[in-house]
């Protein structure tokens, strides 16, 4: 032979052992990472929030002694700013700590002195004066590309004066809180000196003639509390007034009419009288955050009652404070809600009642500020230290909770297995629970399991022991190729052509369940009778199921023709309607009898396939043992190859099981996709999968819902490959035992 | 007694159960037929050019309208019929039901006129008079409203030809505008030459798109002037341009084999026409186009992958618990749901490779992503990753199956394992290969979900592959038949309008799929009886 | 015990032992030798390692994940499991014809000349001189000598036995190795591939494995009969089989065992 021949080959053999083998393990173990990948999408749904100290200094230019009032910074982490009694404010650099500008509040009447300051929404200021009046300002950060200096961004601040309210004639009130909401409607509340209430409204009516004329009224609200109002907070939209006393009540106004403001309930919200010391709104104005002076941190929002109306509920217990609480207030981005005693600052998420974060430094906070993104921070001391952390809360409102438990969510009744990612609005509680998903996929996959598991397992035992081997070499192949139909197709005629067929004529569907059974046994029965008869006895066997057919289509046909009428005599007419009268269940035209029948019909394929290689791989010997012994036909495959066959049976079973649950497009368009969890099989539902192609195109990347739909993905990978992994394994066995591939 | 004992007897022996079975093997076979026996039926007809009734009804009105189907009313106390009534525009709805007892009279009137329009449907309907642009309007016959029509479209295919070359000189300009971002993202000089010679061509193309679409407009107009008058059934006047009009005929005067010649037609133009009315109507080739290059690229990347990973599994690799885990594992992808391939693409494909290219190579034009979105390319890579097992495991069924003398009778003779593996044992698995491969496409060719969310589309505005460079655009988004029918099915605003239209798609794509995968397990069958029944 | 030596063998084997995966032993140390240009027969009852012995002259072994070769074969001077010994040019030194008639699904031609193609040859009249000179030294020229473009798949059991040994006589072996060649064949073609062996003695060595000792005895030169693993007893075939020096070989001969 040829030597240079000789080393090419060989060569080449080499080259090509070491590129199928690269090639051959990067394929399979690139195809393992699916897993890993999807995986790693998911997992910072659980990653523990972090913060971190970025900047600290001692409060620049602090000569005049004036107490800080409250701080505030961009969104950025640049520009920060103090607000001290004086009415001034000076902004400084928040990474070294130097002055920038300054700027001097002053009320309408010119006094530079404050009491107070409270502050709301996005940096908006409610400053009340000394001599009584009240102004709400808002700081401005906008960010500002220099086109000249290589578009380099730089934050621009401002402020704006919102609202101003006059001086009451009483003089300076104890509290004050108010409001200006988008229709310029102005709302005061004063908490006097006496421990009453008084409320000032100012709002812009249409005239009769068309023309906008500016009402006002001041009225004295109604009080009926034990105890002395301690703390109050009004909605952003000057709404809803709650005020907290210090026997542990809380007291609900509704100032919506300007004329009769409403005192809607009183509520003692602790059976201990403990002393309620804050009062805040989370972001959407709907739950009431409470801060006890017990250091307790619940949540609250009206419930509807059928005894008592709407009142004041217990939802949610967030992580306390070992000190009485000082005060909270709301994340500006999601339903995270900030708590603040002399130990520190704390985040906790309302929905998941998950502890976030917690700033403590070692000297006492007295002041501090949230970034409108929620992740900054920053705090004064007692001793003029100022901080700014940056804080790291990438999916605040998954926990384990609120992914599988029940989770009370605002404007609920009662805790709820809900899922609805996302509304209209910002300020929208996503409701991220995948039981109702998982529900849904079980459901659906044991309705369609019920259809389909008898007919392919007593389909593939016909084929593989009682056909004639002329049919099986039809039946066969032709049940395979029925694996191949497109589910989009069997989804599509469910959705568009079974679902209504079966709503006109529900009556006979279910009267066919009845007959078909009933005409089976009836004309079995005839047969055998008839097969006494000297000249049927030469009938051959193995044409069972083509004799049978018309019987099974005469059936249909007679409960078609019969289904009509009995619905008329027996459900006056509409089954539809009594279903809804007398059973209260409410029949959806894409429920799980449509489920049933499509996804029946794409795993039957499956099951039957793999049934029957197991039923045919039985040694034929094991058959010709039992028929020799006296056994009949059906004894036999009953009592000796159904035995043998069942792993392969079970694990067709499974795989087709693994099917059903991933299928996505039957579901996705012959259900309803409601995620309601009902075991009622004439509703829908919304199955993981179908779940998934509904909410990705919209989801946002990274975001929580992307995250969490990744985790479902994971959780039906999972589902699948367990399924899968037990059927394959014991398959293999299978297969080692009677040594066919 | 002996009645018990008999009973007893007859279940022990179980011949009922025997015809039980073959009852539950009847019904999944009938439920079969049924399902292809309604797509066959709904499938089939659409394209008959069936003839159009008048009927006059007791309340005096008339209808004109092609018979869908006949049903018992809701109160069973006769049958009412569906028409299909057209005329979209003037009474809203294309269908209405009718009971039988309403109608007085039924005609075939030879008149009668069936209308496709470029919008609103069809329109049936009686021609009433022809306007050449002159603003009134003379009586005429169907052979001058055919006349007329002739030269419509002789004007209509220039305004097309202009068209192409409109499009030419958009995409010319859109490419500049992508190289001047580069160069604004690159910080190039505003007198740089490169700019300067972009800018004057931009400056070219501009003003040869202006005057191109001012020749357009000119030329539309004129070939929009012609109009036709025509009479509906409830005596409505329509004026319609001839433009608009996308085919006339007249059912009731047709012969047989004149419907024949209009059916096939139709089926011609449903393959090489362009959909309209939001797909509705009109012809499925981009969605043809889009899944036959969707399964071709899918091929490219799935077949060899496919076929190696086996190679290497049963050639090369130790055959050990290991193997044995990785066997029971890429079993297992292939019962792996689709949708959940399809979010791994997403996530792996599209916002990761995809954005790393776009930040890579394409900086400049982000935040519009070029590959970081749905696009032929990541389908492709999704279904091929989908399609990877099946070609795996029947790949090395077919390799297993060789038997082992083949490999020992090659060595023997001095082959190296690389020279067995092409001399031998690839030829002798072919047919297992290919048996994997349709059964990957045909899996590809039905498979939607994963497509819906890595760049599927409704109607995508240019095909993958054009006459620009590079010709092969893999990063566009595409149609695809399975989509077409979820889209039209349940996306369109007029589901019963749509119906046909789907039915039309479902039997294509059936049949493609039926086909496909008929082909690969005859040729597993014949392979399998060669090596059971081999001749050793 | 026997160990026959002989002036010039072919192939020499020296205290060879082969160990299966899981260190199961095959053979126990086997020395023999071959003469060339005769034929030597290897017989025994099953399981006592003559297959794995021959499988051992071409390295077919090597094909078995796990085992374990000591001792050496020594094919004309040269040590067959060396490192440096060529496996692929010492299985085309050293052909093998299997138990199992095992022709490639291609045309009897390109069956015949498939060693030719691996080595690179692509001379087409080489390739019709090959053909013609291996089919009628393996006996079937006459037979197929019409149909040599037709499936080899289509030919008879013992044609296709034939047909493997022309394929391997095709690459010009020094020794043909003959894996019971006869054992899924009937009568009849059992004895045209007798004919064959007998005819080919002259230009080869060949080594047969054979449970049927009157097989042995018609067609082989030398005899070697081993029993679990070792070897019993060499020697002449006429006077093995007439006058067996070891009782277990009079034993298996007379058909005692086995």
Redesign the interface.
Same mark, same amino acid.
């Given at each position: 032979?040829?030597p240079a021949?000789?080393k090419? !080959?060989?060569r080449?053999?080499r080259i090509?052992?070491w !590129?199928?083998?690269i090639?051959?393990?990067a394929?399979?173990v690139s195809?393992?990472l699916?897993l890993l990948?999807?995986t790693k999408?998911s997992l910072p749904l659980f990653y523990s929030p972090d913060s971190q100290l970025y900047t600290s200094f001692q409060l620049p230019g602090d000569k005049t002694g004036k107490q800080v009032f409250t701080l505030g910074m961009d969104e950025y982490l640049e520009t920060g700013y103090i607000v001290d009694s004086g009415g001034l404010v000076r902004f400084f650099n928040v990474t070294d700590g130097s002055g920038l500008d300054n700027y001097q509040f002053i009320s309408e009447s010119g006094s530079q002195s404050l009491v107070s300051i409270q502050r709301y929404g996005r940096l908006n200021h409610v400053l009340h004066w000394n001599d009584g009046s009240v102004t709400i300002e808002q700081v401005k950060f906008s960010p500002f590309f220099d086109e000249n200096n290589n578009n380099l961004r730089s934050i621009q601040h401002s402020i704006e004066r919102q609202a101003a309210f006059a001086a009451p004639a009483t003089g300076r009130s104890e509290q004050v809180v108010a409001r200006i909401n988008e229709e310029d409607r102005q709302v005061r509340v004063d908490l006097l000196q006496n421990g009453t209430l008084r409320v000032s409204l100012t709002e812009e009516v249409e005239s009769l003639f068309g023309a906008a004329e500016l009402v006002e009224a001041t009225h004295q609200l109604e009080n009926t509390a034990v105890g002395q109002i301690t703390t109050m907070i009004l909605s952003n939209d000057g709404i809803q007034l709650y005020a907290g006393t210090n026997q542990g009540e809380i007291l609900r106004w509704n100032l919506s009419d300007i004329e009769t403001p409403l005192l809607e309930e009183v509520t003692q919200a602790f059976s201990d009288h403990r002393e309620i010391t804050a009062l805040n709104l989370v972001f959407g104005d709907v739950s009431l955050i409470v801060g006890d002076n017990q250091g307790g941190l619940t949540t609250w929002f009206p419930v509807r009652n059928s005894d008592t109306g709407w009142k004041l509920t217990l939802i949610h217990e967030l992580t306390g404070h070992a000190e009485p609480i000082r005060s909270v207030s709301p994340t500006p981005h999601d339903k995270s809600v900030v708590s603040f005693a002399s130990g520190g600052v704390q985040i906790s998420h309302m929905t998941s009642e998950r502890f976030l974060v917690g700033i403590d430094p070692p000297e006492k906070i007295s002041h501090y500020a949230l970034t409108t993104r929620g992740d900054g921070m920053m705090t004064l001391t007692e001793q003029g230290q100022l901080s700014s952390w940056k804080l790291d809360i990438p999916h605040p409102e998954i926990s384990f909770k609120t992914l599988f438990g029940k989770v009370w969510y605002e404007g609920y009744s009662e805790p709820a297995w809900a899922w609805q990612s996302s509304a209209g609005t910002d300020d929208y509680e996503p409701k991220l629970s995948l039981s109702p998903l998982i529900f849904g996929t079980l459901k659906g996959t044991f309705y369609a399991m019920l259809f389909a598991v008898?007919?392919?397992?007593?389909?593939a035992?016909?084929?593989s022991q009682?056909?004639r081997p002329k049919f099986k070499g039809v039946?066969k192949?032709?049940?395979?190729?029925?694996?191949? !139909?497109?589910?989009?197709?069997?989804?599509?005629?469910a959705?568009?052509?079974l679902a209504p067929l079966i709503e006109r004529s529900l009556g006979s569907m279910f009267l066919s369940l009845i007959l078909i059974p009933a005409a089976?046994?009836i004309s079995?029965?005839l047969?055998?009778a008839a097969r006494k008869i000297e000249p049927l006895k030469r009938v051959e066997r193995g044409f069972?199921?083509?004799?049978?057919?018309p019987?099974?289509?005469i059936a249909v046909a007679i409960a078609a023709v019969l289904g009509?009428?009995l619905e008329?005599w027996f459900f006056a007419g509409d089954l539809k309607q009594w279903l809804f009268t007398e059973m209260g269940t409410r029949y959806d035209p894409r429920n799980c009898i449509i489920i049933a029948?499509a996804m029946g019909?794409a795993v039957?394929p499956i099951i039957?396939t793999i049934s029957e290689d197991a039923l045919s791989n039985v040694p034929p010997s094991l058959k010709a043992a039992s028929l020799a012994l006296g056994a @009949?036909?059906?004894?036999t495959v009953?009592r000796v190859i159904l035995p043998s066959a069942s792993p392969g049976i079970f694990a067709g079973t499974m795989?087709g099981f693994?099917?059903a649950?991933?299928? %996505?497009?039957i579901v996705?368009?012959a259900t309803g996709n409601t995620a309601i969890m009902d075991l009622s099989i004439f509703n829908g539902m919304r199955p993981l @999968?179908a779940n998934?192609?509904v909410e990705?195109?919209e989801a946002p990347?990274d975001g929580s819902l992307y995250r969490t739909?990744?985790l479902t993905?994971v959780i039906?990978?999972v589902m %699948?490959?367990i399924?899968?992994?037990v059927a394959? !394994?014991v398959r293999?066995r299978l297969r080692a035992k009677y040594g066919r591939? | 007694m002996t009645k018990m004992k008999y009973m007893n007897r007859y279940w022990r022996v179980g011949e009922p159960m025997v015809w039980l079975s073959g009852a539950a093997l009847a019904v999944t076979l009938l439920t079969a037929i049924v399902l292809l026996a309604v797509i066959m039926m709904n499938g089939l007809g659409v394209f008959w050019p069936s003839e159009l009734q008048e009927l006059r009804l007791k309340d005096g009105s008339q209808v004109v309208g092609k018979l869908i189907r006949s049903e018992p009313t809701s109160d069973n106390s006769g049958l009412r019929r569906q028409y299909k009534i057209a005329n979209r525009d003037l009474y809203g709805l294309d269908f209405r039901w009718i009971d039988e007892d309403q109608i007085v009279s039924e005609q075939t009137p030879d008149q009668l006129l069936v209308l496709e329009r470029v919008e609103h449907g069809d329109f049936y309907g009686v021609l009433k008079g022809l306007d050449a642009g002159t603003g009134n309007a003379l009586s005429a016959t169907v052979d001058d409203l055919s006349e007329a029509l002739g030269m419509v479209e002789s004007e209509l295919g220039q305004l097309s030809e202009l068209e192409d070359k409109l499009k030419a000189a958009s995409y010319r300009i859109e490419q500049i505008r992508l190289k001047t971002l580069k160069l604004d993202f690159q910080n190039v000089a505003e007198n740089d030459p490169d700019r300067q010679k972009l800018n004057d061509e931009k400056q070219v193309f501009s003003q040869k798109f202006g005057n191109l679409v001012e020749l357009q407009t000119k030329r539309t107009e004129k070939a929009r002037q012609a109009r036709a008058i025509f009479v509906a059934a409830n005596g409505q006047e329509s004026e319609i341009v001839l433009a608009d009009i996308f085919q006339v005929y007249a059912p009731n005067q047709m012969s047989i084999s004149d419907k024949v010649v209009f059916y096939l037609k139709k089926l011609a133009e449903l393959f090489v026409g362009e959909p309209r009315e939001s797909n509705t109507e009109g012809g499925l080739f981009p969605a043809i186009f889009g899944t036959v290059m969707l399964i071709f690229v899918m091929s490219l990347f799935s077949f060899p992958l496919g076929v190696v990973a086996a190679i290497y599994l049963r050639e090369y690799a130790k055959d050990g618990i290991l193997v044995r885990i990785v066997r029971i594992a890429v079993n297992n992808l292939a019962g792996i749901p689709s949708i959940v391939y399809g979010i791994f693409g997403l996530g792996f494909f599209i916002y990761g490779i995809g954005h790393g290219i776009d930040s890579f190579f394409f900086p400049e034009r982000l935040p519009t992503p070029t590959f970081g979105t749905g696009g032929l390319l990541w389908a492709s890579l999704t279904l091929a990753l989908l399609t990877v097992p099946v070609v795996i495991v029947s790949t090395e069924e077919a390799l297993g199956a060789i038997p082992r003398e083949m490999r020992e009778g090659s060595y023997a003779l001095g082959s190296t394992k690389f020279q067995t593996l092409v001399r031998i044992l690839l030829p002798m698995a072919s047919p297992g290969i290919m048996t994997g491969l349709i059964l990957a496409m045909a899996r590809a060719a039905g498979e939607v979900a994963p497509l819906m969310i890595t760049g599927v589309v409704k109607l995508a505005p240019a095909l993958p592959i054009d006459g620009n460079f590079p010709f092969f655009h893999l990063d566009r988004k595409f149609m695809h038949l399975g989509f077409h029918i979820y889209d039209i099915g349940f996306q369109s605003p007029n589901v019963e309008a749509a119906k046909p239209m789907v039915f039309v798609t479902t039997l294509l794509l059936v049949l493609i799929v039926l086909i496909m995968s008929s082909v690969a397990i005859h040729l597993r069958n014949k392979m399998k009886k060669r090596y059971t029944f081999g001749t050793f | 015990m026997t160990t026959s030596r002989i002036e010039n063998p072919i192939i020499q084997v020296n205290d060879l032992k082969f160990y299966y995966p899981g260190n199961a032993r095959a053979l126990h140390g086997i020395d023999l030798s071959f003469p060339e240009k005769q034929v030597t027969a290897l017989i025994g009852p099953s399981g006592c390692g003559k297959s794995t012995l021959i499988r051992c002259f071409n390295r077919m072994n090597d094909l078995i994940d796990g085992c374990r070769i000591e001792g050496e074969v020594i094919l004309e001077g040269e040590s067959i499991y060396d490192q440096n010994t060529d496996i692929i040019e010492l299985r085309r030194k050293v052909g093998m014809v299997f138990q199992k008639s095992n022709p490639f699904p291609k045309s009897i031609y390109e069956n015949v000349i498939y060693g030719l193609r691996i080595a690179g040859e692509k001379d087409k009249k080489l390739f019709d001189e090959r053909v013609e000179t291996s089919l009628k030294a393996a006996a079937l020229w006459d037979e197929v000598k019409d149909r040599l473009q037709e499936s080899a798949l289509g030919l008879s059991g013992g044609q296709m036995q034939r047909l493997c040994i022309a394929r391997a006589i095709a690459v010009n072996p020094k020794v043909i190795l003959m894996d019971e060649p006869c054992s899924a064949l009937d009568p009849k073609s059992t004895a045209r591939v007798e004919e064959t062996i007998k005819e080919l003695r002259d230009d080869y060595t060949i080594i047969i494995v054979t449970h049927n000792m009157q097989q042995a005895a018609r067609v082989s030169d030398h005899t070697a009969f081993l029993f679990e693993g070792n070897l019993i007893e060499y020697g002449l075939t006429d006077q093995l089989f007439v006058k067996p020096q070891n009782q277990q070989t009079e034993d298996y001969i007379t058909g005692r065992f086995g």
């Open positions: 032979m040829n021949f000789l090419k !080959i060989k080449n053999d090509a052992a !590129i199928i083998t090639g051959g393990m394929v399979i195809v393992v699916i990948l999807i999408v008898p007919l392919a397992i007593f389909g035992i016909y084929t009682f056909a039946v192949p032709a049940v395979e190729v029925m694996a191949a !139909i497109p589910t989009v197709i069997i989804g599509f005629l959705a568009l052509w089976l046994m079995i029965a047969w055998q069972e199921f083509l004799a049978i057919a019987v099974i289509i009509p009428g008329n029948f019909f039957i039957f @009949s036909r059906w004894q009953w795989i693994g099917r649950v991933g299928e %996505t497009m996705l368009m @999968s998934i192609a990705i195109p990347v739909l990744f993905a039906l990978f %699948t490959f399924v899968n992994t394959e !394994i293999q591939f | - | -």
